[in-house]
């Protein structure tokens, strides 16, 4: 597995902008991606936190073949959709040491 995170810096006030257009972007781009396992956005629990997007592929070839898509391009023009709302991003990426699931019964 490979897991790439970005931190999305968003004003309050674009804040449930940005939740809409970012729920719409992964709803349109993200069906069929190779190799994309499952795609998070997380909200902030407090104001001076960002949001975050937690991406999880079968393998780092995969990322990089979705980055370089034409989908992903699509997805992230500068001056539309959600790219208008964010002041500052940082990409990261890791690979899993330990994965534990635990399930409640």
Do not use: C
């Not at 795609?39 to 407090?46: A, F, G, H």
């Amino acid at each position: 597995m490979f897991v790439a995170t970005n931190r999305l810096f968003v004003p309050e006030d674009r804040a449930e902008e940005f939740e809409a257009h970012f729920r719409d972007n992964m709803r349109t781009y993200l069906p069929g991606v190779p190799g994309l396992r499952r795609s998070t956005l997380l909200r902030p629990t407090r104001p001076d936190q960002p949001y975050v997007s937690v991406n999880e592929f079968d393998t780092e070839e995969d990322f990089t073949a979705w980055v370089r898509s034409d989908s992903f391009k699509e997805a992230h023009k500068r001056n539309a959709g959600i790219a208008r709302h964010v002041t500052g991003n940082a990409v990261e990426t890791f690979q899993p040491t330990e994965d534990l699931v635990l399930i409640a019964s």
